[in-house]
T-cell receptor, first 115, second 110 residues
Framework: NAGVMQNPRHLVRRRGQEARLRCSPM?????VYWYRQLPEEGLKFMVY????????ESGMPKERFSAEFPKEGPSILRIQQVVRGDSAAYFC?????????????FGSGTQLSVL | AQRVTQPEKLLSVFKGAPVELKCNYS??????LFWYVQYSRQRLQLLLR??SRESIKGFTADLNKGETSFHLKKPFAQEEDSAMYYC????????????FGTGTRLKVLA
């Protein structure tokens, strides 16, 4: 089991472009969580998804950000019209069940740099 | 407000010395507390959680509700302990909204 896979590891975008971050959960895991780590800050919850459903997106900015976890394929975090303030490390985590007492398995993260 | 505070960005100790990584939290309910570790070029991984009351790699952490602290301790540091350590809390059973501290980088010197 390769663990949670995120790609790309590094993504550079110019202001106004779109950024797509991918996350493949661990085999057998159907719950995906996205976290963002801004410079000098801790990881902050963005969104929780199960297959084809957004369960909680309360941590996601209301505009320009969207997430999906289709029936087939990885979870995608999409940022439209990126701005410099979007520069951050974006981490994905997965769990087999809802993380009530499940530990989260994290990916290596995607470092987004907006020029 | 819910918050996790790790006051030290960097902690350097000599091999064999005791280690204490500080973590204080602010939460109105009964949180679960965790320590996550990220070794160089590796993923963030769970080190220990307070409900397990276990010792992992010689590390222990006791939840002190009076002081709202969950400090991570190890009596004798080893070079392989050098890593980034994050304290985190979740709002107890049924929540996935982990709140992380900003992390402390531990450097164990030979």
């Amino acid at each position: 089991n390769a663990g949670v896979m995120q790609n790309p590891r590094h993504l550079v975008r110019r202001r106004g472009q779109e950024a797509r971050l991918r996350c493949s959960p661990m085999k057998g895991h159907s719950h995906v969580y996205w976290y963002r780590q801004l410079p000098e800050e801790g990881l902050k919850f963005m969104v929780y998804l199960q297959k084809e459903n957004i369960i909680d997106e309360s941590g996601m900015p209301k505009e320009r950000f969207s997430a999906e976890f289709p029936k087939e394929g990885p979870s995608i975090l999409r940022i439209q019209q990126v701005v410099r303030g979007d520069s951050a490390a974006y981490f994905c985590a997965s769990s087999r069940d809802s993380a009530t007492n499940e530990k989260l398995f994290f990916g290596s993260g995607t470092q987004l740099s907006v020029l | 407000a819910q918050r996790v505070t790790q006051p030290e960005k960097l902690l350097s100790v000599f091999k064999g010395a005791p280690v204490e990584l500080k973590c204080n939290y602010s939460y109105s309910g009964s949180p679960e507390l965790f320590w996550y570790v990220q070794y160089s070029r590796q993923r963030l991984q769970l080190l220990l959680r307070h409900i397990s009351r276990e010792s992992i790699k010689g590390f222990t952490a006791d939840l002190n509700k009076g002081e709202t602290s969950f400090h991570l301790k190890k009596p004798f540091a080893q070079e392989e302990d050098s890593a980034m350590y994050y304290c985190a809390l979740s709002g107890g059973s049924g929540t996935y909204k982990y709140i992380f501290g900003t992390g402390t980088r531990l450097k164990v010197l030979a």
